[in-house]
């Protein structure tokens, strides 16, 4: 497994979450890194996404002012802080990398990881 995401849980609204993602080391420090998430019935959809560097980060728009995207390079490991959560982030999180950070933006990537459930309870 190149990329292991955890974190999920339940949690009720308004609470916080921190999702990690860590990588096998390699070559990943030097790619762009993404979570999307898929809820039920829902198409996948990117949530946010972070330059190999960390100096550029993008945001959906559902979740701008509530997520945070960081990573540390030293520690093979990206994050995703997620507070003020709403029932409707209830979703299957996922990491994935990509060697350029423009085409991760429109879903394109070169590794996935499996999957880390989030429950949002009303």
């Known amino acids: 497994v190149q990329l292991q995401a955890s974190g999920g849980g339940l949690v009720q609204a308004g609470g916080s979450l921190r999702l990690s993602c860590a990588d096998s080391?390699?070559?990943?420090?030097?790619?762009?890194k993404a979570w999307f998430r898929q809820a039920p019935g829902k198409e996948r959809e990117l949530v946010a996404a972070i330059t190999w560097s960390g100096g550029r980060t993008y945001y959906a728009d559902s979740v701008k002012g509530r997520f945070t995207i960081s990573r540390d390079n030293a520690k093979n490991t990206m994050y995703l802080q997620m507070n003020g959560l709403k029932p409707e982030d209830t979703a299957v999180y996922y990491c994935a990398a990509r060697s350029d950070f423009q085409s991760i933006l429109v879903g394109a990537t070169d590794y996935w990881g499996q999957g880390t459930l989030v429950t949002v309870s009303s």
């Open positions: 080391g390699r070559t990943f420090s030097s790619y762009a």
